[in-house]
C-alpha cells in the first residue's frame, strides 16, 4: 500500500518537476531539429530525383552530389546539414534568399532559442531542488505512520527563481518560434525562390517553404512550460513580506503536521486515543 504523505508528494511538487522536464527536453530536441521548415524540389541536374530541402535558426542544410553514387540504389544527392553556418552563401540557384534581414531574424532567433535552453536548464535544475526539499522523510513519530512532510526553507528560496525561469523559458522559446518561423516561411526572397522564369516557368520545380515538424516540439515545450508555470504556482510556497512569511510560516507547518496525520491510512492515526477506546471497550 502506497502511504498517502507519498501519494500527496506524487501529485503536488512532482508535476511542476514532470512538466519542466517535458519543456526542457522539448526544446533541446527542437533546438537539434533541423525541420523548422522544408520544401519539396526537383533539380533540373537529375530530372529523376525529388527531394525535400530542411532549414531552421541552428542548421543550413545543403542537398550536394554524392561522391559514393555508384548504383542504382545509391541516391544521387544527400543533404548535409553538418554545417552551422546560418546564412552562408551556397553555390546553386537559392544562394540569394539568404538576404540581410533573413540572417536578422534568424540570428535573432537562433540567439533567443539558446537563451530558453539556458532558462529551461536553470530552471530543471531549480525544480528538482524544490521536489527533493519537498519528499517526504521518515520519522518515528506515532502520528505520522512511519512518514512526516519535509518543510525545508529551501523551498521558499527557490520557488520565485524557479517561477521566474519558466517564465523566461516561455517568452524566449516563443519569440524564437516567431521570429525563425517568420523568417523561413516569409522572410525569404519570393517565398524561397518560388519565383517565375520569364513570368512563364516555374524554376527547377521549387516549391514553397511550409512549416516542418519542429513546430510541434516548440509548441509542446512552450505550452508544457505554461503548464508548469501554474503548478509551481500553485504547489510552492512564494516569499511573503518579512513579517507576514513568519506568521504565515508557522501557520503552515502547523496545518501540515495535521495533515500528516489526518491523510496517513486515510483518517485518524492517533494510536494513544485508539489504545484508549480499545481498553474501555474492554471494561
Known amino acids: 500500500m502506497v502511504h498517502p504523505l507519498l501519494r500527496n508528494w506524487a501529485a503536488g511538487p512532482l508535476v511542476p518537476l514532470l512538466l519542466i522536464t517535458l519543456a526542457f527536453v522539448f526544446c533541446i530536441v527542437a533546438t537539434t531539429s533541423k525541420g523548422w521548415a522544408h520544401r519539396a524540389m526537383q533539380t533540373s541536374d537529375v530530372p529523376s530525383f525529388a527531394y525535400t530541402e ?8 545543403v542537398w550536394e552530389d554524392n561522391n559514393n553514387f555508384s548504383s542504382p540504389t545509391d541516391p544521387p544527392m544527400i543533404e548535409d546539414c553538418t554545417n ?3 546564412c552562408s552563401q551556397r553555390e546553386n540557384y537559392n544562394d540569394e534568399s539568404d538576404t540581410d534581414l533573413l540572417c536578422a531574424w534568424l540570428d535573432n532567433s537562433f540567439n533567443l532559442l539558446m537563451s530558453a535552453n539556458a532558462f529551461w536548464a536553470v530552471a530543471f535544475f531549480l525544480s528538482l531542488v524544490a521536489a527533493a526539499a519537498s519528499a517526504p522523510v521518515a520519522d518515528r513519530g506515532r502520528h505520522t505512520g ?15 527563481p524557479l517561477f521566474v525561469m519558466c517564465l523566461c523559458g516561455v517568452i524566449m522559446l516563443l519569440l524564437s518560434q516567431t521570429l525563425g518561423t517568420v523568417g523561413l516561411l516569409l522572410v525569404q526572397k519570393s517565398q524561397g525562390d518560388f519565383t517565375l522564369t520569364n513570368m512563364t516557368v516555374v524554376q527547377d520545380g521549387i516549391t514553397p517553404w511550409l512549416p516542418g515538424a519542429a513546430q510541434v516540439y516548440l509548441f509542446v515545450s ?3 512550460g505554461i503548464l508548469g508555470i501554474v503548478a509551481i504556482f500553485f504547489t510552492f510556497e512564494m516569499p511573503r513580506i518579512h513579517g507576514e512569511n513568519d506568521v504565515q510560516g508557522a501557520l503552515s507547518e502547523r496545518e501540515q503536521d ?3 496525520v489526518e491523510q496517513v491510512e486515510g483518517g485518524t492515526v492517533d494510536r494513544d486515543a485508539r489504545l484508549n477506546r480499545e481498553r474501555e471497550e474492554e471494561k
Open 84 to 86: 552551422w553556418a546560418r
Open 146 to 160: 512511519g512518514l512526516r512532510r519535509r518543510r525545508h526553507q529551501i523551498v521558499r528560496v527557490v520557488s520565485l
Open 258 to 260: 495535521e495533515e500528516d
Open 222 to 224: 512552450w505550452m508544457a
Open 54 to 61: 530542411h532549414r531552421s535558426p541552428v542548421y543550413n542544410c
